[in-house]
C-alpha cells in the first residue's frame, strides 16, 4: 500500500502504465458536482468509481481483496482511515473470493492503521488487504481501479 499526495502523483507513474492516465484524469476534471456512479476512462480496463458512503467504526470495517485490479482511493470530501494488513499473513478469505466481482474479505483487524486526507491518495495493490472508510461521517471518493 502506498499513501501519497495528489501534488507528487508523478513520482507514482512508474508503478503501472496506466498510473499517469489515472492521475492525469483525476487533476484535470472536477467532480464536485457529478452524481456518484461509473466514469469509464477505458471500459474495464480502467475506470472510476465515483462513491458516496457513510464512514463507519473502526470495529466494523472488514479487510477486502482484490486479483484483477490496482486500487486507487482519493477521499474528496473528509479524512477517512483505512486499515492495512498483508496478504500473505491472512490465510483463507473469510467470505469467499468472487472473481465477478474481484473481491473477498476478511473479518479481522487490520494489522495497521492511517489517515488519508482530502488531496492525498492510497493505492492498494492485490497484496495488500484493505479497510477503508473508517470515520464518521458521509465521504465522497474516488476509487480508480486499473486493470492489471
Known amino acids: 500500500m502506498i499513501i501519497g499526495d495528489l501534488r507528487e502523483s508523478s513520482r507514482y507513474h512508474g508503478l503501472h502504465p496506466r498510473m499517469k492516465e489515472l492521475f492525469d484524469y ?3 476534471h472536477d467532480f464536485s458536482a457529478l452524481p456518484p456512479g461509473r466514469i469509464t476512462i477505458d471500459g474495464d ?10 464512514l463507519m467504526p473502526k470495529a466494523r470495517q472488514r479487510l477486502e ?3 484483477r485490479y490496482i486500487d486507487v482511493q482519493i477521499p474528496l470530501d473528509r479524512e477517512e482511515e483505512f486499515g492495512w494488513s498483508p496478504l500473505s499473513s491472512l490465510g483463507s478469505p473469510d467470505t469467499a473470493f468472487d472473481p ?3 473481491c473477498g474479505f476478511y473479518c479481522r483487524p487490520a494489522s ?8 492525498q491518495f492510497v493505492v ?4 495488500d488487504a484493505h479497510a477503508p472508510l473508517i470515520g464518521t461521517g458521509r465521504q ?3 476509487v480508480g ?3 492489471i
Open 100 to 102: 465477478l466481482h474481484d
Open 124 to 127: 492498494c495493490f492485490p497484496e
Open 112 to 119: 495497521a492503521y492511517l489517515t488519508v486526507c482530502p488531496g
Open 140 to 142: 465522497r471518493k474516488l
Open 45 to 54: 480496463r480502467l475506470f472510476i468509481n465515483l462513491d458516496e458512503a457513510d
Open 145 to 147: 481501479k486499473i486493470l
Open 65 to 67: 481483496v482484490h486479483r
Open 26 to 28: 483525476v487533476a484535470q
